[in-house]
């Protein structure tokens, strides 16, 4: 397997491209082309920023300006301590992240997930579009978005030593900050953006001249000049400071800080036999383009061969003899892909897609050969004289290349990154203030990564697709020993006092409204059939041998039950009970008779209220017309002659009983 590291090189000038497409095996850069593991990265003078996937932003190097934190003058990065999570990530406050971040010699800026945009760090001309010269500006809640004029919405930065300059998806440009050398393209010498009546819809588009739109904007962290790329004819135009050729014309008159250098006075660019540009990289004082031929051209000021074509003749514009393509390698078929321009090296990306390489000033070893040679000053050491710059083996690829003051940084897809150069300020990110890239013995694989969002050393190899949010107040004791199998339909309210011994066999049916005291001392075998309708207050004492078979209709329990309740009850009690006594007799009779066996059917309605004892052996066929007035019996009756007489008297006396009892 080929170790290939796909190199994508981009210098400071920030490149925002409308769209891509193919011709002569050619293409339009897009700048989301080559983003991936994270969404933007710029280097500034003399620091660096970068925005992950997630939307967070982290910037290294020197804080003179206060860009990274609030200890102005300090550095981060020179020092261990000073990376990783103790790195401190941009605030762009209420929640907001970014989408893309741009870098300035001591300011940065960014477009955010809600369309606006926010610059902070250095100041003193209004360079943040803060409408005010306070400096520096710190990001966070209290940072506004930038004024910069109703319904349009910003897509990209180019921000340059003292000014930025705004790219807006109508295909138009605004610039505010310090005028100097004509660098915001307004035809006079006035700084814009240090008071509020200065933005907004009061601030003017730049006049390009008529009917031009724009694809894609650049600059560099300490240049005073500015480049685009015409929309739909690809042809560049630049405005701004000019003293060694870099605006591409054949004179180095500065355009944009006098009347009648902008608009249509502002020509484009003749960059030989073919004008048409695919990419530009605007340097310092130098620029540099890929035409639509595949040839690399670059103009402007040549000191340490930073041109690339084996001179050291300085500068060199466009009109010059010495303006020819730039060699890129020995093999004549490879062509530049991508170029990026620093402030005194150049760095070129081939279309290999495999083979990065530097030229210009080396002291500090930022065209990562591993000496400090300048290249590209004579013609024995122009770019097709030498190797590729070793990053290392492994099956790393490149994502871009930053450039900026004596520095490079190689940012790869994951996030990771490498840098090499001037180490003052902590710009390398490396925890010391070294040099790096001066030995051989320090790139290859012995080029440490940076530590910049502390990246886990054995990252997941099948990460989630669709991750959650991060929980805002994780637990501070999580489990140590989660389930294996979660449930797939969790409680929407779970309890906050878990069950410490939960049951291993749980109800498969559990009660949809639980009572919220258990039973201290459930039954170990419950009924199986449980009442659909509990009593809310139990037996306290319940009966230890329950009848079998409860009435289905029970009364309410007697509230004062007798003391000593009949032990042999009746079995078969009478239906229709009458009434209890009210009055129930205090001496009751002792041995009551026995009751009637076939009591009569008709009883007296008025029964004798002094009834006499009654007859032992009445008779079984009494008459039915008993005598009214019934003569008392007689004691001692007749033997003979009166038998007839005592039995008249007798049932008289009977009769006189049965009237009596009517």
């Known amino acids: 397997m080929k170790n290939k590291m796909n190199v994508l090189i981009l210098s400071t000038a920030i490149i925002y491209s409308a769209s891509s497409m193919l011709k002569n095996n050619s293409f339009y ?59 401190p990530f941009v605030d762009f406050g209420n929640g907001l992240t970014a989408k893309s971040i741009f870098c300035g010699a001591g300011h940065a800026c960014s477009i955010l997930n809600n369309n606006g945009a926010k610059c902070w760090g250095g100041n003193f001309n209004g360079e943040t579009g803060s409408g005010n010269t306070d400096d520096p500006v710190r990001p966070g809640s209290s940072l506004s978005a930038i004024e910069l004029g109703s319904s349009i919405i910003p897509i990209a930065f180019a921000l340059g030593n003292s000014h930025t300059c705004t790219l807006f998806d109508n295909k138009k440009v605004k610039c505010f900050g310090g005028y100097f050398h004509g660098a915001l393209g307004y035809e006079n010498t006035n700084n814009i953006g240090s008071s509020s009546s200065d933005m907004g819809n009061n601030l003017p588009f730049v006049n390009l001249g008529t009917n031009i739109l724009v694809s894609s904007i650049h600059s560099f962290s300490s240049a005073y000049h500015n480049c685009i790329i015409i929309d739909g004819s690809q042809l560049m135009k630049c405005w701004g400071l000019n003293d060694n050729y870099q605006l591409g014309y054949a004179n180095n008159i500065n355009r944009g800080d006098a009347e009648n250098t902008m608009g249509d006075n502002l020509p484009t660019l003749n960059l030989g036999l073919e004008s048409k540009v695919l990419q530009v990289s605007v340097g310092n004082i130098h620029t540099c383009a890929i035409r639509f031929d595949n040839e690399l051209k670059c103009w402007g000021n040549n000191e340490n061969g930073r041109l690339g074509l084996g001179t050291s003749t300085t500068p060199i514009p466009t009109s010059s003899p010495l303006f020819v393509a730039v060699k890129i390698d020995s093999d004549t078929t490879k062509k530049a892909k991508y170029v990026s321009a620093g402030l005194d090296h150049t760095c070129v990306v081939l279309d290999n897609d495999i083979s990065a390489k530097c030229v210009g000033n080396n002291v500090n070893g930022q065209l990562g050969q591993g000496d400090t040679i300048n290249r590209g000053d004579l013609p024995t050491n122009t770019m097709d004289t030498y190797l590729a710059i070793n990053l290392g083996t492994g099956s790393l690829t490149i994502s871009k290349i930053t450039t900026g003051e004596f520095f490079t940084c190689a940012i790869f897809v994951d996030s990771t990154i490498k840098c090499f150069g001037n180490g003052n300020y902590g710009r390398l990110g490396s925890g010391a203030s070294s040099d790096i890239g001066t030995s051989p013995s320090q790139m290859g694989n012995n080029l440490l990564f940076v530590d910049i969002f502390a990246a886990t050393s054995a990252p997941t190899k099948n990460p989630t697709k669709s991750p959650t949010p991060p929980t805002h107040s994780p637990s501070k004791s999580p489990t140590r020993s989660p389930s294996k199998s979660p449930t797939k339909s969790p409680t929407k309210s779970p309890t906050f006092g878990p069950t410490a011994s939960p ?49 289905k209709s029970p009364t309410n329990p007697t509230s004062i039950p007798t003391k000593n309740p009949t032990k042999s009850p009746t079995k078969s009690p009478t239906k229709n009970p009458t009434n209890p006594t009210s009055i129930p007799s205090k001496n009751p009779t002792r041995s009551p008779s026995s009751p009637t066996k076939l009591p009569t059917k008709n009883p007296t309605k008025s029964p004798t209220k002094s009834p006499i004892i009654p007859t032992k052996n009445p008779s079984k066929s009494p008459t039915k017309n008993p005598v009214r007035s019934p003569t008392v019996v007689t004691l001692t009756p007749t033997s003979k002659g009166s038998k007839n007489k005592i039995e008249i008297i007798t049932i008289s006396f009977i009769f006189a009983i049965l009237v009596a009892g009517f």
Do not use: M
């Open 503 to 551: 049951s291993k066999s749980p109800t498969k049916s559990p009660t949809k409204s639980p009572t919220f005291g258990p039973t201290t001392s459930p039954s170990t075998s419950p009924s199986k059939s449980p009442t659909k309708s509990p009593t809310f207050g139990p037996t306290a004492s319940p009966s230890k041998s329950p009848t079998k078979s409860p009435t």
């Open 29 to 87: 850069i897009h700048f989301d082309k080559f983003l991936s593991a994270y969404k933007s990265a710029c280097a500034g003078l003399q620091f660096s920023c970068i925005v992950n996937e997630s939307g967070k932003a982290k910037c290294w190097g020197s804080n003179a300006s206060g860009v990274i934190d609030d200890d102005i003058g300090e550095s981060f990065g020179d020092a261990p301590t000073e990376l990783g999570g103790n790195l």
